[in-house]
């Protein structure tokens, strides 16, 4: 098995420098200097594989570092000014085993996940399924094991934990996590079903696991599984099973059916980008009946010239593809504020002092919320697919890149603000029902702060489009710069959460950061868009 793993983790230190080489050549400047025949210099592979492969042992314990601290430590000293801060360490050990064990536990199998260095070994290089499962799976729990040990004594002790109690949930979270992955595998065997595919079943889990995991911070008599987890006999309980786990997997006999319903999306593989490519086009596919006479009837455009001429009859053609997302959004959040009303209503009812909702607590939430139910990314790429992907090849579209993008962004804009009338509405039906107080200042800086993000996140997609235009024919997303600007935004989002600020001053600070966004959006598009705005 030691040369089974000698050749796993030659594969990934390669793999790792490949993608290393790969992304430096994207960078301006730097990127004009790495020439592609750095691939085939295997002395210089061979002298920084040993400096990869420290980087990948070290990346475990850094990785459960941040980890434990953005989405646990973080979340838990961010409610110091609650009533029931006083127990901080059973909020981080309820957090952490509702997210490691629960939603974890469902969402990955290592051993049925699609993997580029599972089809790698087992399908190109012939390596045994069952040997390739047993060497994967063993580094895999080790280092999860060793990783998650100095992580959980820095958090614990700090809390004012005891080590044993961290060194026990190190234990208990990598026994839990082999026992799931023989799960996983009984019952693929058992049914056919490969859990881990199953989106629905598993972002179902993912929604319903983080709220069940925060809702203590902000409830204080929901129960947590603390006491329970750290019992002495659940641990060694958990512990007995996770390490009967490790024995029926060692046993286990039929790893080739598991590797290849893993790998089966992989079989047309050296033609990967083809395939691909059909997938993100299908996404953006119209409808037909868009091209109707009927349709078409149904919005003259006549009375536009231009540009706008142009766009509207886009937006005429493709209504189905524009306004899908946008009426789904509206339907989501009608639904669930209805739903979410009459359970505010029932609960205040038959426990009035359980829940007391307030239009304050709701702001930090509004950028997380807004981020995923306003529409953009999925509108640029259809505008690149069915129109920009012809039209910038040509001079004259990008030199008026400005103009275009005045007119996409009205157009948007205007979507994006009735998603934001609809959500205003939702939280504030579900205030009332709770029993909160709406006919006061937070209700006006409520609507303003959501109508104030919606318009943020429009600008942001668009703009981010026009400068750094991430699209290439296949629609693949290749501009690494695209991926930095839209990860520190969602970055600040998650902090918003847990940095919460006054009502008055967190609208003040999101129409600032509107209007200064929106004044260097329009000065950059009308002095570089002529330039960015092109087929990659």
């Given at each position: 098995m030691?040369?089974?793993?000698?050749?796993l983790l030659?594969i990934r230190t390669?793999?790792a420098?490949?993608?290393?080489f790969?992304y430096l050549?994207?960078l301006?400047?730097?990127?004009?200097?790495i020439?592609?025949t750095v691939y085939a210099k295997t002395d210089?592979?061979?002298?920084v594989?040993?400096?990869?492969f420290?980087?990948?042992?070290l990346?475990s314990?850094?990785?459960?570092l941040l980890?434990?601290?953005?989405?646990?430590?973080?979340p838990v000293?961010?409610?110091?000014?609650m009533s029931?801060?006083d127990?901080?360490?059973?909020?981080?050990i309820?957090i952490?085993?509702?997210?490691s064990f629960?939603?974890a536990?469902?969402?990955s199998?290592n051993?049925l996940?699609?993997?580029r260095?599972?089809?790698?070994a087992?399908?190109?290089?012939?390596?045994?399924p069952q040997?390739y499962?047993h060497a994967a799976l063993s580094?895999r729990y080790?280092v999860?094991?060793v990783?998650?040990?100095?992580?959980?004594l820095v958090f614990?002790?700090l809390l004012e934990?005891t080590?044993?109690q961290?060194?026990m949930?190190?234990?208990?979270?990598?026994a839990?996590r082999?026992?799931?992955e023989?799960?996983?595998?009984?019952?693929f065997?058992?049914?056919?079903?490969?859990l881990?595919?199953?989106?629905?079943?598993v972002w179902l889990v993912?929604?319903?696991g983080?709220?069940?995991?925060?809702?203590?911070l902000?409830?204080?008599k929901f129960?947590?599984?603390e006491?329970?987890?750290m019992h002495?006999?659940v641990?060694?309980?958990?512990a007995a099973?996770?390490?009967?786990?490790a024995?029926?997997?060692?046993r286990?006999?039929?790893?080739?059916?598991a590797v290849?319903a893993?790998?089966?999306?992989d079989?047309?593989y050296?033609?990967?980008r083809?395939m691909?490519?059909?997938?993100?086009?299908t996404?953006?596919?119209a409808?037909?009946?868009?091209?109707?006479e009927?349709?078409?009837?149904q919005?003259p455009v006549n009375s536009k010239?231009?540009?706008?001429?142009?766009?509207?009859?886009f937006?005429?053609?493709?209504?189905?593809?524009?306004s899908?997302p946008?009426r789904k959004?509206l339907?989501?959040i009608a639904?669930?504020g209805?739903v979410?009303?009459?359970?505010?209503?029932?609960?205040?009812?038959i426990q009035p002092?359980?829940l007391?909702l307030e239009?304050?607590?709701l702001?930090a939430f509004?950028?997380?919320a807004?981020?995923?139910?306003t529409?953009?990314?999925?509108?640029?790429?259809?505008?690149f697919y069915?129109c920009?992907?012809s039209?910038?090849?040509?001079?004259?579209?990008?030199?008026?890149?400005?103009?275009?993008f005045?007119?996409r962004?009205?157009?948007?804009i205007?979507?994006?603000?009735?998603?934001?009338a609809?959500?205003?509405?939702?939280?504030?039906l579900?205030?009332?029902?709770?029993?909160?107080n709406?006919?006061?200042?937070d209700?006006?800086?409520l609507?303003?702060?959501?109508?104030?993000?919606a318009?943020?996140?429009?600008l942001?997609h668009?703009f981010?489009?026009?400068?750094f235009?991430?699209y290439?024919?296949?629609?693949n997303m290749?501009?690494?710069l695209y991926?930095?600007?839209?990860?520190?935004?969602?970055?600040?989002?998650?902090?918003?959460?847990f940095f919460?600020?006054?009502?008055a001053?967190f609208?003040?600070?999101v129409?600032?950061i509107v209007?200064v966004?929106?004044?260097v959006a329009?000065?950059?598009v009308r002095k570089?868009?002529?330039k960015?705005?092109?087929v990659r």
């Amino acid at each position: 098995m030691l040369r089974i793993l000698s050749t796993l983790l030659a594969i990934r230190t390669s793999s790792a420098i490949n993608l290393f080489f790969y992304y430096l050549q994207k960078l301006p400047l730097v990127g004009k200097a790495i020439k592609s025949t750095v691939y085939a210099k295997t002395d210089l592979k061979r002298s920084v594989s040993a400096l990869v492969f420290a980087v990948l042992l070290l990346w475990s314990p850094v990785s459960k570092l941040l980890y434990l601290y953005v989405l646990v430590y973080l979340p838990v000293t961010a409610a110091n000014e609650m009533s029931h801060a006083d127990e901080p360490l059973q909020l981080f050990i309820h957090i952490f085993a509702v997210i490691s064990f629960l939603v974890a536990g469902v969402s990955s199998a290592n051993v049925l996940e699609p993997k580029r260095e599972k089809y790698v070994a087992v399908r190109l290089m012939r390596m045994s399924p069952q040997l390739y499962m047993h060497a994967a799976l063993s580094y895999r729990y080790i280092v999860f094991l060793v990783g998650y040990i100095p992580a959980l004594l820095v958090f614990v002790l700090l809390l004012e934990g005891t080590v044993l109690q961290a060194v026990m949930l190190a234990v208990s979270v990598a026994a839990w996590r082999v026992l799931c992955e023989y799960v996983h595998l009984k019952l693929f065997e058992k049914t056919g079903i490969v859990l881990v595919k199953q989106l629905a079943v598993v972002w179902l889990v993912i929604g319903a696991g983080y709220i069940a995991a925060y809702l203590p911070l902000f409830l204080e008599k929901f129960p947590t599984v603390e006491p329970v987890l750290m019992h002495w006999g659940v641990q060694l309980l958990i512990a007995a099973l996770g390490a009967w786990a490790a024995v029926q997997l060692a046993r286990y006999r039929h790893f080739r059916e598991a590797v290849e319903a893993a790998t089966k999306r992989d079989d047309p593989y050296l033609n990967v980008r083809g395939m691909v490519a059909d997938a993100q086009k299908t996404s953006v596919q119209a409808k037909e009946s868009d091209y109707s006479e009927e349709a078409l009837r149904q919005e003259p455009v006549n009375s536009k010239e231009g540009y706008a001429y142009l766009n509207e009859i886009f937006f005429t053609r493709h209504r189905s593809l524009v306004s899908r997302p946008f009426r789904k959004r509206l339907a989501i959040i009608a639904a669930a504020g209805i739903v979410g009303s009459i359970a505010m209503f029932v609960m205040g009812r038959i426990q009035p002092e359980f829940l007391q909702l307030e239009l304050k607590m709701l702001f930090a939430f509004l950028p997380i919320a807004l981020s995923f139910l306003t529409v953009g990314e999925t509108t640029c790429k259809a505008m690149f697919y069915h129109c920009d992907i012809s039209l910038t090849r040509y001079s004259f579209y990008r030199s008026a890149a400005y103009e275009h993008f005045l007119i996409r962004l009205r157009k948007m804009i205007g979507q994006n603000l009735w998603i934001a009338a609809a959500l205003g509405g939702a939280l504030t039906l579900a205030t009332f029902a709770a029993g909160g107080n709406i006919l006061q200042w937070d209700a006006v800086l409520l609507w303003l702060s959501i109508a104030a993000i919606a318009v943020f996140f429009t600008l942001h997609h668009l703009f981010l489009y026009y400068i750094f235009q991430p699209y290439s024919t296949d629609l693949n997303m290749k501009n690494p710069l695209y991926f930095v600007v839209a990860m520190a935004v969602s970055a600040v989002c998650g902090f918003a959460v847990f940095f919460p600020i006054p009502p008055a001053v967190f609208t003040s600070v999101v129409i600032a950061i509107v209007i200064v966004y929106f004044a260097v959006a329009i000065a950059a598009v009308r002095k570089y868009a002529h330039k960015t705005f092109r087929v990659r």
